[in-house]
């Protein structure tokens, strides 16, 4: 078979294995976060409101309560995160609706940054952000150290988002790091936590994730 015969043959199986490659991408991208990231992706493909925003006058209240009372000791930082939230919500503020989902994240972290001493909402959310890796790994806000330092935070504030986010790492599919007795341990605790009823609703969900996870439904099977 000539050169030219063999580089024809050649091209059509680079073409299936690269197709094949970029196609299973996605489904890598991202395994250490959850719904605030998950909804943050989603306001792209969620058509705005065409009349003002509800979120408008709510919006200023709590972004001058975060800047102003939340510093000073007057408010605690959860209004921060409900500031930040609104950012990336299904119906923006009129002020941010042509800003850019990336630029509108960062202003949603430095209002949950003013939250995070005396919020434990307002750190889980910005870990979350800050350990969150994109697509091919590109992430313009993506922050493993200031990660790390918000789940030591939370740790030692025993906080069961801050464990629980954790767990959930423990037991994706493509997770490699954990023995299989964390992992059972980790289910079994997100069972008992999420049972006990006295979750927050943003741990709430983590903990329904991790109990509905492959790893942890296997388990359960294997038992009975």
Known sequence: MSI???????????????????????????????????????????????????????????????????????????ICAEAAAILVSNDLPDEFREVKEDQRIKIALRLLERGVDSSNIARARAFDFYNH??????????????????????????????????????????????TEAEKREGCNSAKKVLAEGKLDADSAVIAREIVASVICTNYDQAQK
């Open 133 to 178: 890796i994109g697509f091919l790994g590109l992430n313009s806000y993506s922050d493993p150290y200031r990660a790390q330092e918000l789940m030591d935070m939370m740790v030692k504030n025993a906080y069961a988002g801050g464990t629980l986010r954790k767990i959930r790492s423990q037991t994706t599919i493509l997770s490699f790091g954990a």
């Open 4 to 78: 030219r015969s063999r580089q024809c043959l050649f091209r059509p199986v680079v073409a299936v294995i690269a197709a094949a490659t970029f196609s299973a991408l996605p489904a890598q991208a991202d395994t250490s976060s959850y719904d605030n990231t998950k909804s943050s992706a989603n306001v792209a493909l969620q058509p705005q409101p065409t009349g003002p925003s509800v979120n408008n006058e709510a919006f200023k209240k709590l972004r001058a309560q975060c800047d102003t009372d939340v510093p000073a000791g007057k408010a605690n930082g959860d």
